[in-house]
């Protein structure tokens, strides 16, 4: 199965370490974040990758030249652009997965999803897409009161009562009927998918964290420094 990976954005969030390297190449313990999202793949039997390349798209390539990657792993880069939107960079790509299912995800979301679930949950709905939904933190402690105001109890930073677009989406490829060179993923073509009944969610209840802000990165390398991040699936 090959594994899409999208690394094009600007990171514009991300400021303090964007302007000079693209988002995907901000370090998590010393390693870029792409590097953390393929191992999460790597370590669950995927050997075959495509980036999607925009925003300083040749230091991902370089980093991907320089890198010490296991034997018969396949990276192929693919410029899609600078400004082009998630579906069309997609779209971009078809003729680099063929006719079988593949898998996208962004480069700035870890999670400790099992791959092999998700894949068995596609195969059996028989539709033409899943997306790993989650329940995130909230950024902020809750205040919980009673009908009066009455104070009751804190809550600090609960999962939200919501499910939201994780990424970690399987595809089979009638997924491009639904894309074009100027389509957002997360608008027209999974809301076109979703009217026509082909797509489901898989609901990953574990750890998922995305890297949005400068307060996510300095977190996420918090949990690397701990004991054992818990995104972490490889030795």
Known sequence: MTAVILCGGR???LQEHTRTIPKPLVEIGGRPI???????????GVRRFVLCLGYLGET??????DGDWPERLSVDCVDTGVDTPTGGRIAR???????DVFCVTYADGV??????ALSRFHGEHGRLATMTVVRPRLQFGITQLDGDGRVTGFHEKPRSEHWINGG????????????SDSSVLEREP?????????LRAFRHTGFWE???TYKDAVELNDLWAADRPPWKVWA
Not at 34 to 44: G, P, S
Not at 60 to 65: L, P
Not at 93 to 99: F, L, N, P, Q, S
């Open 93 to 99: 790509i078809a003729d680099r997965v063929g006719d």
């Open 34 to 44: 792409l590097w953390h999202v393929m191992q999460i793949y790597i370590a669950q």
């Open 210 to 212: 995305c890297m949005d």
């Open 11 to 13: 990171g514009t969030r």
């Open 190 to 198: 999974l809301e076109g998918l979703a009217d026509d009944d082909q």
């Open 168 to 179: 970690f989406f399987c595809f089979e490829p009638g997924v491009f009927d639904y894309l």
């Open 111 to 116: 999670a400790d999803i099992d791959l092999s």
């Open 60 to 65: 991902i390539e370089q980093f991907v030249a």
